[in-house]
């Protein structure tokens, strides 16, 4: 398929969620798996001896609930926690968090409240960080930044990332490049060529990551500029792929 590779027992492959494995919603929590990718997933990590990890802005949870059976590599919160996991039952082998911030309950009550007069926008919290979406009403978007930016200030140690219609506050320090990095440096991913695929500009460090270890990066979408040196049209491009890949007919 254009864009990608013919995965081999010598890839290391990591995965975004939203916009990648699944089509962006209206609001995190209308997110659909479809069916096969589960089961592709699942083939392909086998495959990979478990050089397979997503590698997300989501919580942990999300990504259990969402792919269910299934108990994956995973860093999310942009790399703020990681988990590597080891052996079919998915026992966890090593699980590293960035403690969670001073003053972020504070910051959540603070943003909650100036939040009641736009009940469009959605406040969503994690362990280290939150996140403001403004999908359903993009015009807002500058009174989003003002927010974020106000909070952001007043808390040393955190930046903000901008995503597609959503504003995020996390710890300096972790990312996705980062996150890569971490696992590439564990015995399942050492000694292979990476390949990270995501489709956002929170997705940038991870491309650059993966290219400067000789790996591939794939960009989601034809739109916006990217360090990635390979595109796809669209999230269901990945799923064809993962699935074909899985039944070893990529």
Not at 23 to 38: C, F, K, L, N
């Amino acid at each position: 398929m254009q864009g990608f590779p013919r995965l081999t027992s010598g890839h290391a492959l990591f995965l975004d969620f939203d916009g990648t494995l699944v089509d962006i919603a209206p609001q995190p929590d209308a997110v659909w798996v479809e069916e096969g990718v589960i089961p592709a997933l699942q083939t392909l990590s086998t495959l990979l001896q478990g050089a397979l990890a997503i590698v997300t802005g989501r919580a942990l949870s999300d990504i259990d609930h969402y792919l269910a059976p299934l108990q994956l590599n995973v860093a999310s919160e942009h790399g703020a926690r990681i988990r590597v996991v080891t052996g079919d039952d998915g026992t966890t082998q090593n699980s590293i968090q960035v403690t969670a911030p001073a003053h972020l309950e504070t910051a959540i009550q603070r943003l909650k409240a100036a939040l009641q007069q736009y009940p469009s926008l959605l406040l969503e919290t994690k362990t280290s960080g939150l996140a403001l979406h403004y999908r359903n009403a993009p015009a807002l978007e500058p009174t989003c930044s003002k927010l974020m930016d106000e909070i952001a200030n007043d808390m040393p140690g955190m930046e903000m990332l901008r995503g597609k219609c959503v504003l995020e506050l996390k710890p300096m320090g972790p990312s996705k490049g980062r996150a890569v990095q971490t696992f590439m440096q564990r015995p399942a991913f050492a000694g292979r060529t990476p390949v990270f695929v995501g489709d956002d500009v929170t997705d940038e460090s991870a491309f650059m990551a993966v290219q400067s270890m000789g790996g591939l990066g794939i960009k989601v979408g034809q739109q916006g500029a990217s360090v990635a040196t390979a595109r796809c049209d669209s999230a269901q491009d990945v799923r064809a792929w993962l699935q074909q890949s899985a039944s070893g007919t990529s």
